[in-house]
């Protein structure tokens, strides 16, 4: 198994192995070490993020979502082109291979788990069923964290609304 995070540290990207044995995990750029909670990687696969040490992990398939768009992009503009030049199986053969390729991809990619509140990336585990897909409520929970987290920090850790004074 593999991780690819961020250091909480210097913000780089960073990537290392991951395995039950796993005790620490070293950030190239600054050295910052993180520690592997003991009950974070098991046979079953993560439990639990290593870097955050969170507890809240989603599946999603390892496939960059850039490179989906732009494949139907590519597809749809083609069919649109076809269609202009009045070529009406063209046009549809064009949108049937766009949607085979895309099942395609979508049986042949592997999962990947997710942290939602750091966002670390695991790649090459065994699909255990014990992680859920992406839950919007959850990712909204640590989005929100995240901002407010960022708005004391960049006011002193004072918090904006405690400091309302009437307006004359």
């Known amino acids: 198994m593999e991780v690819i995070f961020r250091c909480p ?13 796993t005790t620490d995990i070293p950030c190239v750029s ?13 046979e079953q696969g993560v439990t639990r993020c290593v870097i955050c040490r969170g507890h809240d992990l989603f599946v999603r398939k390892d496939f960059p979502q ?13 069919s649109c082109y076809a269609w202009y030049r009045h070529q009406l ?3 549809f053969g064009i949108l049937f291979i766009t949607a085979a ?20 990336h695991y790649r090459g585990f065994d699909d255990d069923e014990s992680h859920t897909e992406f839950n919007l409520e959850v990712h909204e929970r640590y989005r929100q964290e995240a901002a407010r987290q960022e708005a004391n920090a960049n006011s002193g850790g004072v918090d904006p609304d405690q400091n309302l004074s009437p307006r004359i």
């Open 89 to 91: 199986f063209l046009t």
């Open 9 to 21: 540290s210097c913000e780089k990207t960073g990537r290392s192995p991951l395995d039950e044995e």
């Open 30 to 42: 600054c050295g910052q070490v993180c520690q592997v909670p003991e009950d974070a990687v098991g």
């Open 66 to 78: 850039r490179l989906g768009v732009a494949i139907v992009v590519v597809g749809s503009i083609a």
């Open 101 to 120: 390729i895309d099942v395609l991809l979508y049986l042949l990619v592997r999962d990947a788990i997710v942290c939602y509140r750091c966002g670390a």
